[in-house]
């Protein structure tokens, strides 16, 4: 006889499976076979607790053993069980024999109705023990089906055939209908919890609009919550706005799937990594931001992209902001624990904080900035071996008499409609110009062309004065090379000899073709081969070493 295990917290419909399940010709149903053992174990009062301890058994290694692993006749044996009876001193084969899942549904839908027969707690609801039931199962090697009680009031024979599917059993179409009343199966505390239950003939359609959440309750749901969200991640089918839910995407580096982020005052996991959603970041992109590469155990200009966070903090009438050490100490420990001291990026970012409500201003941000540091491992964005096209959008960069682009701000919607039109015409970037006509920047980096021997790039006007578009113009000296910073028409760049573009995620990017024009022979020109080799000597020489690296 194979077992089947149910695991869930009070309140989850897991006695509405149990009666699906039942309907089955081949299974036989056991439900909460360890109570009494739990019970007998604790302190923890019920009405009947003196009616179970003298008709059920109570000693859990009997229980295991003698009833929910003796022979049967059936083909399966079902077992509901709540998981905060899952109790020490339990035998290994609970868990190490059966089939297992694990049924959730949100603490919201849970809490308001669970003190009809005991006060909700931490310990009653059980999600903890719940999230360790997983975790366990999977250091055995059978990571256990995760089924959101949502999904099957949904669409219940699609949720019930994907799990019959994950436990390797055959779906049967009785398993969606029941008789109502009470069932010989129901243990003797169900006239105390089953009363609405009783009433069902199948799984109930779950209200569109709940009922109001009881607020004596919310600490508890701050606690319950995010053990609910850690599981409802396992869940392979979530719902979803969208009606039908997009596939989860690869990333472009699977390595940062797990990666550890600096947000506010801590480190937390990816999937953590969040900010309220009343951060000025969300309420209108109101946060400034840099970005930073790592190379060989250091982080390359490092104070400079410091110096011009804390220039746009200050024209942006930051207040209550970190100190410059604060923010290096977030941004070495981030990287020292992602273990992230070569090909990685820091996005890092400072928003004005959180407000005390919505609303536009900074009156109301009253908690003080929110620092993010997020590293990634992320080599250049670009084809910077062959060469990147460029076509020109008809979205012009922002002027001084709008929004200064030298302040570098999250709100970022002016670059964002000039990449869609990149993204549309199939290429790599998009050319933004200035009101004028004149070569601004790309969407996202600097621009320099060549043109009989020199080099040009476009005044600082419309365009933010890179990072790295600096270090290059040193090196365009360096290497002996004429530099003009002058206006640049697009006719300049369709007839350039040599182009490339500028910026920390990319490097220098040679540019091959723009607006459908062949840049020079089509490859990657000398000028730009040799500045980008003294790029790569620079960072292999510059920066600031990321502390205890180096003693490591």
Wanted: with cysteine; hydrophobic share 40%; glycine share 6%.
């Amino acid at each position: 006889m194979e077992v089947i295990h149910l695991w869930s917290a009070p309140r989850s419909l897991s006695t509405t499976v149990m009666y699906s399940f039942a309907q089955r010709d081949d299974i036989e149903v056991l439900d909460e076979p360890l109570y009494a053992n739990f019970l007998r174990v604790t302190a923890v009062h019920r009405p009947y607790k003196e009616e179970l301890l003298s008709k059920m058994e109570s000693d859990g290694n009997k229980v295991v053993k003698d009833i929910i692993y003796r022979p049967g006749n059936s083909k399966y044996r079902f077992c509901k069980h709540m998981s905060k009876q899952r109790i020490l001193g339990l035998p290994e084969d609970l868990m190490k024999k059966g089939k297992h899942f694990i049924l959730i549904r949100n603490p919201l839908d849970i809490l308001p109705s669970f003190d009809e027969v005991v006060p909700p707690s931490f310990f009653e609801l059980g999600l903890a023990e719940l999230v360790c039931i997983y975790n366990e199962l999977c250091e055995i090697g059978k990571p256990p089906p995760v089924v959101d009680a949502a999904e099957l009031q949904q669409d219940p024979e699609a949720t019930l055939r994907a799990l019959c599917n994950d436990l390797e059993i055959p779906f049967q179409p009785a398993m969606l209908n029941w008789e109502a009343g009470p069932k010989p199966i129901d243990g003797l505390w169900a006239p105390w919890w089953y009363k609405t239950v009783h009433k069902s003939t199948g799984f109930k359609e779950e209200n569109k609009y709940p009922q109001p959440f009881p607020f004596s309750l919310y600490n508890l749901l701050e606690q319950s919550l995010p053990l609910y969200n850690m599981l409802r991640r396992h869940v392979k089918k979530k719902p979803s706005l969208l009606g039908t839910p997009l596939p989860t995407p690869d990333l472009p580096v699977p390595a940062n799937e797990k990666l550890l982020a600096w947000v506010g005052n801590e480190i937390v996991p990816r999937e953590s990594a969040k900010v309220s959603v009343f951060d000025s970041v969300v309420q209108g992109g109101d946060s400034v931001w840099e970005g930073l590469r790592v190379y060989n155990g250091k982080i390359f200009k490092l104070e400079e992209h410091l110096d011009r966070m804390f220039d746009s903090a200050k024209a942006l009438a930051f207040e209550n902001v970190p100190t410059r050490d604060k923010i290096k100490e977030a941004i070495f420990k981030t990287l020292i624990r992602n273990g992230m001291f070569d090909n990685s990026h820091i996005r890092l970012s400072l928003t004005r904080g959180k407000k005390v409500t919505s609303g536009m201003s900074p009156t109301l941000n009253l908690y003080g900035c929110t620092l993010i540091v997020l590293a990634e491992w992320k080599p250049p964005v670009y084809d910077n071996e062959h060469g990147i096209v460029l076509v020109t959008a008809t979205t012009r960069r922002n002027s001084p008499n709008n929004l200064d682009s030298k302040i570098h701000h999250n709100n970022l919607l002016n670059n964002i409609l000039a990449k869609i039109e990149g993204n549309n015409a199939k290429a790599d970037d998009a050319i933004m110009l200035d009101k004028d006509g004149y070569v601004s920047e790309t969407n996202a980096t600097n621009m320099f062309i060549v043109k009989r021997g020199a080099v040009l790039t476009p005044h600082a006007d419309y365009c933010l004065p890179g990072i790295t578009r600096a270090t290059v113009m040193d090196l365009v000296v360096k290497e002996q090379f004429i530099l003009e910073e002058r206006r640049i028409s697009l006719s300049e760049v369709h007839t350039a000899d040599e182009i490339w573009t500028t910026g920390t995620m990319g490097e220098l990017s040679p540019v091959v073709k723009v607006d459908g024009r062949i840049i020079g022979n089509g490859k990657v020109g000398p000028v730009t081969r040799q500045l980008q080799a003294a790029y790569r000597k620079l960072t292999e020489q510059l920066g600031v070493p990321i502390s205890n690296y180096l003693e490591a």
